[in-house]
């Protein structure tokens, strides 16, 4: 696989590097980024790097299903988080999306600037019909981002997240590629 970006503006989404370990970690790690996540903080830096390496692995492969994307201020480089787009089955065209974005650039329009080009991608390059979206009922920021991104609110799964406080419902967001886009 040639090494590919997606740029806007401000941001530009890479395919993750080991060099991203210590970025990663951290991210991970942070209590606020991990409220709604169902992944866990991690103990050390053996199990981030644990969790990490098939992401890495994935994204050599010549043919990608599962693009895990750092995403990085371009103004200086920073790290700001994490962006994933897991492919479906070919015959159904389908994606879905995932982002967790560090708590210092939370409420900037990052996460929001990053699903848009990702939704993009998956549409213009990709030739999606159909990119999905969960979000746990309780996360207010990030459904904020869907709808800003133009994902519709479908449905509702009962008590399937298990996160540290309890089970959650979880919102399901979708977009297709006949829907009008918010690119602004």
Known sequence: MTEF???TDRIKLRLIELSDLN?????????????F????????????????????AENKLSKIRNYTF?????????????FGLKLGDEKYKRGEVWYKIHSDYWKKGFATESLKAVINFGF?????????????????G?????EKAGMVREGRLRQVLPLKFGWSDNFEYSIL????????
């Open 124 to 140: 213009d390059n990709l030739k999606l019909h159909r990119i999905e979206a969960g979000c746990a009922v309780g996360n207010i």
């Open 5 to 7: 970006e997606i740029l």
């Open 142 to 146: 990030s459904i904020k981002v869907l």
């Open 23 to 35: 970025s990663i970690h951290k991210l991970h790690s942070l209590p606020e980024t991990d409220e």
């Open 70 to 82: 750092a995403i990085e201020n371009r103004s200086d480089r920073e790290f700001i988080g994490l």
């Open 177 to 184: 590629e006949t829907d009008e886009r918010k690119n602004n």
């Open 37 to 56: 996540n169902t992944l866990g903080i991690p103990q050390n830096f053996e199990e981030t790097k644990n969790i990490i390496e098939p992401w890495i």
